[in-house]
């Protein structure tokens, strides 16, 4: 029962270490990027400012949004440049109760759905955000003068991150699925047009009201499904090889 009581407080007293461990990196990166939030903030708004008509410009509707909007921004994006350090804090917390074959599965996922994640972000603000502030600015009324909040900005460029980022982890999704036997390749393949009208709809959720940027979420998620399904049959296919052999 003592060793019991020790072992969970160890455990605790590891998981403590490495929540401080995470908050101190985050704490550090944020200290060091606020110097630069104000330039940080122009350039996420970048893709906005540019097609915003001549003479227009964001504006800040409330007292303290100067100030909260790169504050927060700075804080999510001390999150996301520590995100390794979270991943890796996380993988060295449960690697010791895990076996020998699940660490070599395990941290390659884990390596992968960060790179994806950030691939998402990327794709959301080089392609997406170009075109579908395009859109938007181009549709306005006429005599409709376009004076975006700074604020209302950055909640929809969250959301639209969020939103990226996590449909640019499906191919983890689908690989696992099949890796851990909830479904099978040729079971998922029979299911294409389901997922295709999933995708769609959950483009429709995660994304503005308009059809330009649900069909930019859509087809990612399509496409990479499409690319997991395909890695998914060929580790089975070698698996398949390896247990005849």
């Known amino acids: 029962m003592k060793n019991n009581k020790n072992s969970l407080t160890s455990h605790?007293?590891?998981?403590?270490?490495?929540?401080?461990?995470?908050?101190?990196?985050?704490?550090?990166?944020?200290i060091l990027l606020s110097p630069f939030a104000n330039y940080l903030y122009n350039l996420l708004a970048l893709p906005l400012t540019n097609v915003l008509p001549q003479g227009s410009s964001m504006i800040a509707v409330d007292v303290a949004s100067p100030f909260l909007a790169p504050f927060k921004l700075i804080l999510l994006l001390s999150i996301v440049?520590?995100?390794?350090?979270?991943?890796?804090?996380f993988w060295a917390f449960v690697s010791p109760g895990l076996y020998t074959n699940e660490k070599r599965f395990v941290a390659p996922i884990l390596i992968s759905s960060t790179l994806l994640f950030y691939l998402g972000i990327l794709f959301a603000y080089f392609i997406v955000f170009p075109l579908i502030f395009n859109f938007f600015t181009s549709i306005a009324p006429e005599g409709i003068q376009i004076a975006t909040d700074i604020n209302s900005f950055l909640n929809f460029a969250i959301k639209i991150f969020f939103a990226f980022g996590l449909a640019f982890e499906v191919p983890i999704i689908t690989f696992l699925t099949v890796m851990l036997g909830i479904s099978t390749a040729d079971s998922l393949s029979r299911k294409r047009p389901y997922i295709i009208v999933f995708a769609f709809i959950l483009g429709m959720i995660l994304t503005p009201p308009d059809v330009i940027s649900q069909i930019l979420l859509a087809l990612p998620i399509w496409m990479l499904f499409e690319f997991g399904l395909m890695l998914a049959k060929l580790v089975s296919k070698n698996k398949g090889k390896s247990n005849t052999t």
Do not use: D, G, Q
């Open 12 to 30: 605790l007293l590891e998981l403590r270490s490495r929540l401080l461990t995470i908050l101190s990196a985050v704490l550090i990166c944020a």
């Open 81 to 89: 440049i520590t995100f390794p350090v979270i991943i890796y804090n």
